[in-house]
């Protein structure tokens, strides 16, 4: 099991930057890849980014690329997403995901959720 807890999130401006952390617990994080998700009400959950299990492969969502990085310390067993210039568009509760098949499957081959940390931007 991997157990995965959220912060960071809250209520900005939209052009505003946020700072998302996943702290993970249980099995050794370096074996998986890591990704967050995002779910805004009245719509599914969708992908945003994913790093590799070494943190040197990263995935963007067309709709964040060039705003959003993500990145791990494999050190502290944390994986984190930095926003900036958010829009009232990128509003959703934000999932962080462990994905043990790695990188390329994370988007559809996700092992562990955590709960979710609410992003919410005024315009």
């Known amino acids: 099991q991997v157990q995965l807890v959220e912060s960071g999130g809250g209520l900005v401006q939209a052009g505003d930057s946020l700072r998302l952390s996943c702290a993970a617990s249980?099995?050794?994080?370096?074996?998986?890849?890591m990704g967050w998700f995002r779910q805004a009400p009245g719509k599914e959950r969708e992908f945003v980014a994913a790093?590799?299990?070494?943190?040197?492969?990263?995935l963007y969502a067309d709709s964040v690329k060039g705003r959003c990085t993500i990145s791990r310390d494999n050190a502290k067993n944390t994986v984190f997403l930095q926003m900036n210039s958010l829009k009232p568009e990128d509003t959703a509760v934000y999932y962080c995901a462990a994905g043990g098949s790695g990188l390329l499957w994370i988007r559809t081959r996700v092992d562990y959720w955590g709960r979710g940390t609410q992003v919410t931007v005024s315009s």
């Open positions: 249980g099995r050794t994080f370096s074996n998986y890849a």
């Open positions: 790093v590799s299990r070494s943190g040197s492969g990263t």
